[in-house]
Structures are given as C-alpha cells and as structure tokens.
C-alpha cells in the first residue's frame, strides 16, 4: 500500500458525460501527479500540482481538468467523454524536494465509456 | 525531448530462471533520475528502485539487481531465480523537470511471464 488513495476503483459511463477523478496523497506529500494508462498511449503524465498551485503540464486534453485543494487532495475532471478515454487512471504524489523525489503512485481508476 | 526505451515487449522465462529487463534512455540533462515501476496484473503501479544520475553503482536488493551504465544510458534490471510472483508488467521511467515541474517518462514496459 503506497498510502495513496484513489476514488472510485471503477467508473462506466457513456460518451458525452463527465466525470471527477479523486485522489488523496500520502500524508505529508505536497505534489500530486495525473497519469493516463492506455493500450496505445502507454503510460502519459498528463498534470502535475505543487501545494494547490499548477505545477507542470503534459498532454492533457483541453476537456480534462484538474485542482488541488487546500487539503491537498486533488480531483481531475472529464467531460464531453469519447470512447478513446477509457482508460486506467493513476494519480501519484511526492514529497517536497523536486525530482529527487519519488512519486508513489494509487491504485488507479479505471474509467470505461461505453 | 526525454525518451526511454524498452524494447523488449514480452519475456517468458521458467522459474528459477534468471531474466534481464533492458531499458535504455535519452536526456540532455546532466542531473536525472531513473526509476523502476512494477505493475502486477491487478494493476497498481508499484515503486522498486530510483537511481541519481551520478551514482553509477550497482544495487542489489534480495533477488533483484540493477545495473546503470551512464556510458551505454542504460539502466538494467535483472531479477535472480525468478519466481512465479514476479510476473507482471516491468516500466523504466526517467525524470523530466522541462518547465519547472517534475514528470516521468515511462517506456512501454516488459512483460514478464515466469511459468513453473
């Protein structure tokens, strides 16, 4: 158990819909990662978040979202689902100390859009 | 731009088997860091080793050793005596701190199959 919690385990829902990703870093943790699993894009990180704050950014669509909140937990919004968006979705957190740091990941969400 | 390759897809191996995983990188960073993720098949992405990219030294943990050779940008695992509780899907992952944040890049992984 890495100490990162993710809600829910699993999501089916139908194309056009939205849907919120939630994770819990391990305690003391300030960075939150979002990694996108898929069978043709492998693994993609898609944002990352520092003390509530929009750390770095990778290929996140323009309908996906994300936030930190003040209790550190972080949520990432879907919408307008595609078919293409099923996929396993982590979320990971680090502790403060940049890329030294190790990101330890959840168990995962897995989302399917049927 | 970062990239890491694993170009073995798949490895099957009979237990007690020694296996090696490859993983070979690109950076233009001289400070990186590579990491090793194992991911059984329920799924969770699980942290086995990080290595700086100035300690060249071998590791060895129980079973598993890796080799990073800074020369050849490799990063090595091998996994001694292989058990049917190592199969699962290997990642090799490099740091990327392009733009102030501090994201990895994975390679497509190696599936390792270990039978009896």
């Known amino acids: 158990d890495s100490g990162v919690t993710q809600t829910p385990k699993h999501l089916i829902t139908a194309t056009g819909q939205r849907v919120t990703l939630r994770c819990s870093p391990r305690?003391?943790?300030?960075?939150v990662y979002w990694y996108q699993q898929s069978l043709d894009q492998g693994l993609q990180f898609l944002i990352q978040?520092?003390?509530?704050?929009?750390?770095a950014k990778g290929n996140i669509l323009e309908r996906f979202s994300a936030q930190q909140f003040p209790d550190l937990h972080s949520e990432l919004n879907l919408s307008s689902l595609e078919l293409g968006d099923s996929a396993l979705y982590f979320c990971?957190?680090?502790?403060?100390?940049?890329?030294?740091?190790?990101?330890?990941f959840g168990p995962g969400t897995r989302l399917l859009v049927l | 731009a970062q990239k890491v390759t694993q170009a073995q897809t798949e490895i099957s191996v009979v237990e007690k088997e020694d296996v090696t995983l490859d993983c070979v990188y690109e950076?233009?960073?001289?400070?990186?860091?590579l990491f090793w993720y194992k991911q059984p098949p329920s799924g969770e992405l699980v942290f086995l080793i990080r290595r700086n990219s100035f300690d060249e030294q071998n590791e060895i943990s129980g079973r598993y050793s890796w080799n990073f050779q800074k020369s050849t940008s490799s990063f090595n695992f091998t996994i001694t005596a292989s058990q049917v509780v190592d199969s699962a899907v290997y990642f090799c992952a490099l740091s990327d701190i392009t733009g102030g944040g501090n994201k990895l890049t994975f390679g497509t992984g190696t599936q390792l199959k270990v039978e009896l």
């Open positions: 978040y520092y003390n509530g704050e929009e750390r």
């Open positions: 305690s003391g943790d300030l960075s």
């Open positions: 950076t233009r960073d001289t400070t990186y860091y």
């Open positions: 990971a957190s680090s502790a403060p100390g940049g890329e030294r740091e190790t990101q330890y």
